[in-house]
Nanobody, 115 residues
């Protein structure tokens, strides 16, 4: 079992920045990829960014060049630096990690971007 705890959400004006962090605990030796997903009002949950255990990253087209995902394997943490935020980035952001057999999710953290 893996537990994920997110932090760093909040309210920010358009054009501002926020940094989300996620700490994993439990059977962290089994973690492969880690990532961030989001679910906006009335929308389905979507991938924002993902990073493999080797550091390979991929991003949703809507956040490329604005968001950056990073990971510290020794500390079992993953972070998402979000710059040039837009109102359409408003969503609950969820940390995710994948093991060989399971997906795990954090409880979510709200990000609200005002005009």
């Amino acid at each position: 079992q893996v537990q994920l705890v997110e932090s760093g959400g909040g309210l920010v004006q358009a054009g501002g920045s926020l940094r989300l962090s996620c700490a994993a605990s439990g059977s962290t030796f089994s973690i492969r990829a880690m990532g961030w997903y989001r679910q906006g009002p009335g929308k389905q949950r979507e991938l924002v960014a993902r990073i493999s255990s080797g550091g390979r990253t991929n991003y949703a087209d809507s956040v490329k060049d604005r968001f950056a995902i990073s990971r510290e394997n020794a500390k079992n943490t993953v972070s998402l630096q979000m710059n040039s935020l837009k109102p359409e980035d408003t969503a609950v952001y969820y940390c995710n990690c994948q093991t060989q057999v399971n997906d795990y999710w954090g409880q979510g953290t709200q990000v609200t971007v005002s005009f």
